[in-house]
């Protein structure tokens, strides 16, 4: 046999149990035939030396947003702001088109709240998205053509701020929709390329279609216009869901047309979960809480009428989906866990795999629901580490250590899969490791210190825990035999280094099926 190719003089670490270190692996047709021993006297049309490198198997992103990052790295940003007088500045150089688009509004971090007024003084159809991407500020005009002027936010005389959220802010971009296939395809794209710098091998895109993030009726078309750097799946907004006349043995109301459902696809593009919305975000102060939260009062709310989402719970499980249920508050966790045990318990289906997006804050007796019903928490870490403080001020002391949860999860057996939601906070894998180790804010702030996991935990949940949940874990999320040759070079050692370092570690490259698609540093030129 021939290799395709030979990494060699690189510290390997697996993350098989098997096998959890090696020095050298054997690759051929994009994947790994063997490691050590099994190959090194194999001969290779190439040869690559690491030169004493750390490998880790290529890390799997389970909940990102490629169109959106690539949109916003090219889009007037505002998020160094201080005050509003420097986001108008900002909007006024923006590009003018028919709408002004600027992104990264953070009501938190200025002297005081952006408004409609703010805006109307320099220009008009200006829209201005929360970093959270639950929420917007609008220009007057704007707020005169809202198809729902009823759910909308007021100022103490009753008039209109332009602050949008949820709904509202949906009705405003589906005004704005849609962009062109082209444009959509760059954003990806753009996306993906962050990832890929990062190490991601797989990003799992979280919503296409209708819904919240949605960008146009023919979004897929835009990841399949050229091959992407890395591999993608596709999540579906439940919006797209149709009425079927399907045999009544199937069992089926509802589903996409012709049965399309969760797997279809090759190792590059597939169709992942549904995704639905049940709540909103922290940042915006819409996650849906049993609790008010503390300093703004409001409990936040949920995304839609209940027995509509609930609805599209029972109806996708029916048609055979994996389903991925947006759930920030512990009150739209309650809400995620009723649906998900009524549907289970309708049509059993062990291997369903549902996942709950997010699980931002999770009370102590929600835990072993979770287990029971074997839902997987894809958790963002990095939201900790950016934003930490905020959401422990308004959590306060008790409902603090229930954010992202980590060992309470694992201790448990539940499996834990992380992701960025790029680009909402820092999409790098190595940060978010660091704080499900170190549980500190960027400031040093221990949030939740008690749900630390070990940094081999910490690196599964990025490796086989979220190719696990994107079902994925028979190709990706460690480097076994039979698996895609897909890894990420290192220079340093997470297993070993200081845990305080492990965010900086630099990614050297990173391989797809064997093919460096990353290198700056040049091992495959």
Not at 18 to 41: F, I, Q, T, Y
Not at 44 to 53: E, N
Not at 245 to 253: F, I, L, T
Not at 439 to 454: I, N
């Amino acid at each position: 046999m021939i290799l395709d190719l030979k990494v060699v003089g690189g510290r390997f670490t697996t993350l098989d149990p098997a096998r959890p270190r090696a020095s050298c692996l054997g690759v051929w047709g994009g994947r790994v035939v063997g490691l050590d021993e099994d190959v090194a006297d194999l001969p290779a049309r190439r040869v690559v030396d690491l030169g004493g490198a750390v490998v880790l198997p290529g890390f799997v992103d389970a909940h990102n947003h490629l169109a959106w990052a690539g949109r916003a790295s090219r889009t007037p940003d505002v998020s160094g702001c201080t005050t509003v007088a420097q986001v108008l500045e900002v909007v006024r150089g923006a590009p003018r088109a028919a709408w002004v688009e600027v992104v990264g509004y953070d009501h938190r971090a200025l002297d005081r709240p952006l408004t409609a007024r703010d805006l109307d003084t320099v220009g008009r159809r200006i829209y201005v998205q929360d970093l959270s991407g639950h929420a917007c500020v609008v220009s007057s005009d704007v707020l005169a053509d809202l198809p729902v002027p009823g759910d909308v936010q007021r100022d103490a005389s009753g008039r209109p701020t332009g602050f949008l959220a949820e709904r509202a802010q949906t009705a405003v971009r589906a005004m704005m929709l849609p962009y062109s296939v082209a444009d959509i395809a760059s954003d990806v794209r753009l996306g993906a390329e962050q990832c890929l710098r990062e190490g991601v091998v797989l990003a799992a895109e979280a919503g296409v279609g209708a819904g919240l993030i949605g960008s146009s009726p023919l979004e897929v078309a835009a990841y399949q216009q050229d091959p992407l750097p890395i591999r993608v799946q596709l999540m579906v907004s439940s919006d797209e869901l149709r009425e079927v006349r399907a045999h009544a043995a199937d069992g089926v109301r509802r589903a996409l047309p012709l049965g399309l459902r969760t797997g279809l696809g090759d190792e590059w593009l597939s169709v992942g979960a549904l995704k639905l919305w049940t709540d909103g975000g922290m940042i915006a102060r819409t996650a849906a809480l049993t609790e008010p939260y503390l300093g703004t009062g409001g409990s936040g709310q949920l995304q839609d009428d209940p027995d509509v989402m609930r609805a599209a719970i029972l109806d996708g499980h029916d048609a055979g989906w994996q389903l991925a249920v947006h759930a920030i508050g512990d009150r739209a966790v309650d809400f995620a866990l009723d649906a998900l045990a009524s549907a289970q318990a309708r049509r059993p289906r062990p291997d369903a795999r549902h996942r709950i997006e997010h699980c931002g804050l999770v009370r102590p007796d929600q835990l072993d629901r979770i287990a029971a019903l074997g839902v997987i928490p894809v958790v963002q870490p990095t939201f900790l580490w950016a934003y930490g403080d905020d959401y422990s001020t308004i959590m306060g002391p008790e409902r603090a250590p229930w954010l992202y949860r980590g060992r309470a999860f694992l201790d448990r057996g539940v499996v834990v899969a992380g992701s960025s939601d790029r680009p909402v906070a820092d999409g790098s894998p190595l940060r978010a490791v660091q704080f499900m180790v170190e549980r500190r804010s960027r400031t040093g702030l221990a949030v939740g210190p008690d749900e630390a996991v070990a940094v081999a935990d910490a690196l599964r949940a990025y490796t086989s825990g979220a190719a696990y949940a994107c079902r994925r874990e028979d190709a990706l999320g460690s480097l076994t035999p039979g698996k895609l040759a897909d890894f990420v070079v290192l220079d340093d050692d997470p297993s070993t280094c200081e845990v305080s370092r492990i965010g900086d570690i630099t990614v050297l490259a990173t391989a797809l099926g064997g093919q460096f698609r990353h290198d700056p540093t040049g091992f495959a030129p």
